[in-house]
T-cell receptor, first 112, second 111 residues
Framework: DADVTQTPRNRITKTGKRIMLECSQTKGHDRMYWYRQDPGLGLQLIYYSFDVKDINKGEISDGYSVSRQAQAKFSLSLESAIPNQTALYFC???????????FGPGTRLTVL | DAKTTQPNSMESNEEEPVHLPCNHSTISGTDYIHWYRQLPSQGPEYVIHGLTSNVNNRMASLAIAEDRKSSTLILHRATLRDAAVYYCIPHIIQGAQKLVFGQGTRLTINP
């Protein structure tokens, strides 16, 4: 089984809808991250969480919110989806003091 | 933030070594150099990291210039599965452990 899973893997929605993307991990890591990737570009950090009670905005947090329900679960919500939020969304985890981040397989979101 | 320069694309043949260069002339003395790769339709995958000394692991080797202004990721014997976009990431903001991805190098491996 994959260490970092994301659901759904693909989602098509309409402008104005509320969408939730979920991330779960079995690695036992305390830190979790949400990134988005636009076509042909690198990843940009949306939100990150060092533990259940510590959530921080990244560089492009406007229009997004997150919830860290447990150490193993980190959800990303789009309160009112808009077309320019069409992108690939990746969840990642790391352990405090570690150097590597471990990424999930991604969710492809299309907002019509 | 440190800026990076990587070739947009490179091509190599299967079972041959591949040297992927990265320039990071504005890197600070305490920034590690990380390499990640992204295979088609997958999330990024950690490859290797280093600070000053050359590093080896099961996936690759990392050669770091003495002045730390450049580094080279070495795949000793490329396979078709190594075809991916390779990202050189020389700067992580300590608090967030943020990975600042550039556009990377798209590596094509010919059979």
């Amino acid at each position: 089984d994959a260490d970092v899973t994301q659901t759904p893997r693909n989602r098509i929605t309409k402008t104005g809808k509320r969408i939730m993307l979920e991330c779960s991990q079995t690695k036992g890591h305390d830190r979790m991250y949400w990134y988005r990737q636009d076509p042909g570009l690198g990843l940009q950090l949306i939100y990150y969480s060092f533990d259940v009670k510590d959530i921080n905005k990244g560089e492009i947090s406007d229009g997004y919110s997150v919830s860290r329900q447990a150490q193993a679960k980190f959800s990303l919500s789009l309160e009112s989806a808009i077309p320019n939020q069409t992108a690939l969304y990746f969840c990642a985890t790391s352990v405090t003091g570690g150097k590597a981040q471990y990424f999930g397989p991604g969710t492809r979101l299309t907002v019509l | 933030d440190a800026k990076t320069t990587q070739p947009n694309s490179m091509e190599s043949n299967e079972e041959e070594p591949v040297h992927l260069p990265c320039n990071h002339s504005t890197i600070s003395g305490t920034d590690y150099i990380h390499w990640y790769r992204q295979l088609p339709s997958q999330g990024p995958e950690y490859v290797i990291h280093g600070l000053t000394s050359n590093v080896n692991n099961r996936m690759a080797s990392l050669a770091i210039a003495e002045d730390r202004k450049s580094s080279t990721l070495i795949l000793h014997r490329a396979t078709l599965r190594d075809a991916a976009v390779y990202y050189c990431i020389p700067h992580i903001i300590q608090g967030a452990q943020k990975l600042v991805f550039g556009q990377g190098t798209r590596l094509t491996i010919n059979p």
